[in-house]
């Protein structure tokens, strides 16, 4: 992943809104689900919600599938990893880190 691809990515998911989308399409997972449904389960606007649906996937953090009248988003797992492992790629200068309970690297 390029640094223009990360910077976009990480612009995308500053948004309070955006984040919180992207997590409930990372939980769906591979079957995603309908704008309707997001917009139930996250209890915003669906006008809005499509305002930041349309800002993750042009950074490419989501997909969109036409299913008959139905549109399918589902959050880019190979993107999302793209993105963690650009920003942790030089994480402990290249040594194997250890992960605590704290979920944090204790070896740097």
Do not use: W
Not at 101 to 108: E, G, L, R, V
């Amino acid at each position: 992943m390029n640094e223009d691809r990360v910077i976009s990515a990480l612009g995308a998911l500053a948004h309070p809104q955006r984040l919180r989308t992207f997590r409930a399409l990372v939980v769906a997972g591979l079957p995603g689900l309908t704008p309707s449904t997001l917009a139930d389960q996250l209890g915003v606007a669906r006008n809005t919600l499509s305002f930041h649906l349309k800002e993750l996937s042009h950074a490419g953090l989501v997909t969109v599938e036409q299913q008959g009248r139905n549109l399918i988003y589902r959050a880019d797992f190979s993107q999302m990893n793209g993105l963690l492992g650009y920003l942790t790629e030089h994480c402990c200068q290249g040594a194997s880190c250890e992960v605590s309970d704290s979920s944090a690297c204790t070896t740097c």
